[in-house]
């Protein structure tokens, strides 16, 4: 038997896909998600950064069709910029197999918004598979490659904050999968998604589900604790934890996969209960299914939709205590680090009441007080197309005081069709952009990215020059700038760009104070090449 | 040591101050000594000065990652402001080991705390500790042997 282990949950995702036979992880960091494709690479997998979810999902697509098994890892938001690969992948199906690891964050730990993965794959019609610890993270991920590889369809594993970012023993299996050998057969009807094609494609994929959810009533990863009384809890996740903890009486039915379900059992489970709830954080998801299959269970008051559940939480629903939740104590907000080259930019931007397009970072930290220097932030890449919009309606006065502003990272995932659209349709104002260039992804952990010039394991590759990128899509004036050396000719810059009537993308570029040190010594073991 | 099923011990600071290193100690030394445990934490902003807790259950079976309401046995305040935010966690009884009472403790490096203080917790806990040192020798790399042992012991040493 092996060893058992203390691990958090992505770093059982990691070691359960190396176990799996994953022969390739991609992915794009975001917390909660970020440490599994770091694991996964100490453990010796094969894993790489990519410049955005989207590209991440199509590369591991590709090595699903070439019969190897794939994982791609993204928080929640990164899977709407990976959807258009998901929905119609889960009509094409793959050779090997295919798993979408994807970390929701009821709660909003560090995340703009608490979607719930589980709707994506009810929408796209791929299975959903919900850890709860950490042992469950590491089982689930090989049960999800499993799955993937039997009915050829991709899987989604669903982790949330805490089940990521919780550690716990694992008692990994002994039986190892070996890598499959990768060979190409050509399938031009089943990959080629053409009208013809995605008709017959589409009703194979509501087949297989149909399959899987047969599957899911008799063999799936469900678990029935009999309880002493009369009360029946449906749930899922890490909830069904804190449900276990806050009624040990109750008879709990947890499920493992939450698309499709297993309606069977869980309305057989349901029958002779005279109380019946249903525990699971961010949407009523079970609920509404169990609903509109006939199960009578109720809907929980609207606050515990939102933010995580805990014992607490759960033993307020399952009271029917409608009185107003006590307001936990707040700590110390994070904020820029002290001399953060961010800072000085910001300031500046500040000082001028420029009306400031932000985007996703550690700068969006600027938006807080005293700084107060951001006016927007929505989603990766935003910054320049909300910035670009601002400038076409405002009154001239104001449209003048509009600038982007955007990390390296976030550049790399999102910008590029930004500037596109900025060279393509400019505002009669012109438009100003500032690439804050930290030269990492500094606020998932200091990851690379393309414009870094190494890989994730910090061995050097090619690197993209921002300033050489936006010259070469037509923007004229593009300067780069040392924001803490080079200040004051950086506001002089910003200043004129704002009175012209021209495109300027001013690169500020200085290292991340955390990560400076990290960067130097990559860069003495082998010196890359700009 | 206490006879209920779960001991629940938090520990709670500031981003920079080691409380995930500390809080990752502490938990495996609780696995190794044969418990079931649960470290929950909840990262990401922490490296930006924000306040920074981690759960730490263990026991027979532990269930839920995070320690219910009042129910905290051992409550570790690396930070003194941040003594009110959890003071309300702590159950009747519980014992709150406070950054402050350390003032006056000669420690080699102020950054050991985190260690100096799990060697205060260590005096109620019915582990051997030959066990704490093992795994403080695993934890950190060498140059920092020496430093956090020291700490350890001067964290013991404090009465209970």
């Known amino acids: 038997m092996t060893e058992k282990r203390l691990l958090s949950g992505n770093e059982a995702v990691a070691l359960g896909a190396l176990h799996a036979g994953c022969a390739r992880g991609t992915g794009y960091p975001g917390t909660p998600s970020t440490e599994i494709l770091e694991n996964y690479t100490l453990l010796g997998g094969e894993a790489a950064w990519a410049p955005n979810e989207k590209v991440a999902a199509e590369v591991a697509l590709g090595v699903a069709f070439a019969g190897s098994r794939a994982m791609v890892t993204m928080k929640h938001v990164g899977l709407n910029v990976a959807a258009d690969v998901l929905f119609t992948c889960a009509y094409s199906g793959i050779q090997g197999a295919l798993v979408f690891v994807v970390a929701d964050d009821p709660g909003l730990a560090s995340s703009q918004d608490e979607q719930d993965t589980r709707r994506y794959g009810m929408a796209a019609g791929v299975p959903v598979i919900e850890p709860g610890d950490s042992q469950e993270s590491y089982d689930f991920t090989r049960l999800a490659f499993t799955l993937s590889a039997r009915w050829k369809i991709p899987v989604i594993l669903r982790m949330t904050t805490r089940v990521s970012h919780t550690t716990a023993i694992v008692q990994p299996s002994d039986k190892i999968e070996a890598p499959l050998s990768p060979h190409f057969v050509r399938d031009i009807p089943g990959r080629v998604m053409i009208p013809g094609h995605a008709r017959i494609k589409h009703r194979e994929l509501r087949a297989k589900l149909r399959e899987i959810q047969e599957w899911c009533e008799t063999e799936g990863p469900n678990q029935i604790h009999q309880g002493t009384s009369s009360m029946g809890i449906v749930s899922c996740g890490v909830a069904s934890q804190h449900a276990r903890e806050a009624c040990p009486e109750a008879s709990l039915l947890k499920l493992g996969m939450t698309y499709p379900l297993p309606f069977k059992l869980i309305l057989g489970f349901l029958k002779n209960k005279t109380q019946r709830f249903v525990i699971e954080e961010n949407d009523p998801f079970l609920v509404e299914q169990i609903r509109a299959e006939g199960g009578d269970v109720p809907w929980n008051p609207e606050p515990y939709r939102m933010g995580e559940l805990n014992v607490e939480r759960v033993r307020r629903i399952l009271k029917g205590d409608l009185t107003p939740e006590p307001v936990p104590a707040r700590g110390r907000p994070p904020r820029l680090c002290n001399a953060c080259p961010h800072g000085y930019v910001f300031e500046m931007l500040k000082k001028h009441d420029c009306i400031v397009a932000g985007d996703i970072g550690c700068y969006t930290l600027a938006a807080l007080p005293p700084l107060s220097a951001m006016d927007s932030q929505i989603c990766m890449g935003a910054s320049i197309g909300v910035g670009l919009g601002l400038r076409h309606v405002l009154p001239e006065a104001e449209a003048r005081r509009v600038v982007s502003v955007i990390g390296d990272s976030t550049f790399m995932h999102s910008g590029l069709t930004g500037v596109a659209e900025m060279v393509f349709n400019p505002p009669p104002t012109g438009h100003v952009l500032i690439v804050l260039d930290n030269l990492t992804t500094a606020m998932t952990g200091q990851q690379e990215h393309p414009a870094t010039g190494r890989k994730l394991d910090h061995t050097p590759t090619t690197r993209i020059l921002i300033e050489e990128v936006v010259k070469a899509m037509g923007v004229k004036t593009v300067l780069v700038l040392d924001p803490v050396r080079q200040l004051a000719e950086l506001e002089s810059a910003v200043m004129k760009a704002l009175q012209s009537n021209d495109l300027t993308v001013i690169v500020a570029r200085q290292p991340c104070l955390l990560a400076a040190g990290r960067i130097r010594s990559y860069e003495k073991s082998v010196p890359t090449h700009s | ?160």
Request: hydrophobic share 45%.
């Open chain 2, 1 to 160: 040591m206490n006879t209920k099923e779960t001991i629940n011990i938090r520990i709670t600071g500031l981003g920079g101050m080691g409380i995930l290193k500390g809080s990752q100690v502490l938990a495996e030394v609780l696995f190794q000594a044969g418990y079931d445990v649960k470290k929950a934490e909840v990262h990401g902003m922490s490296q930006r000065g924000g306040s920074v807790a981690s759960d730490i259950r263990f026991g027979k079976k532990i269930l839920s990652p995070m320690i219910p309401e009042a129910e905290t046995d051992f409550l570790l305040v690396v930070a003194p402001e941040e003594i009110e935010i959890h003071r309300g966690a702590l159950r009747p009884g519980g014992h709150l080991i406070n950054a402050q009472s350390f003032d006056t403790v000669p420690l080699p490096n102020r950054k050991s705390l985190n260690i100096a203080m799990l060697g205060a917790l260590s005096r109620h806990l019915n582990i051997p500790v030959e066990a704490w040192q093992k795994v403080i020798l695993t934890v950190f790399p060498e140059k920092l042997h020496a430093v956090n042992l020291e700490a350890f012991e001067a964290g013991r040493r404090l009465s209970p």
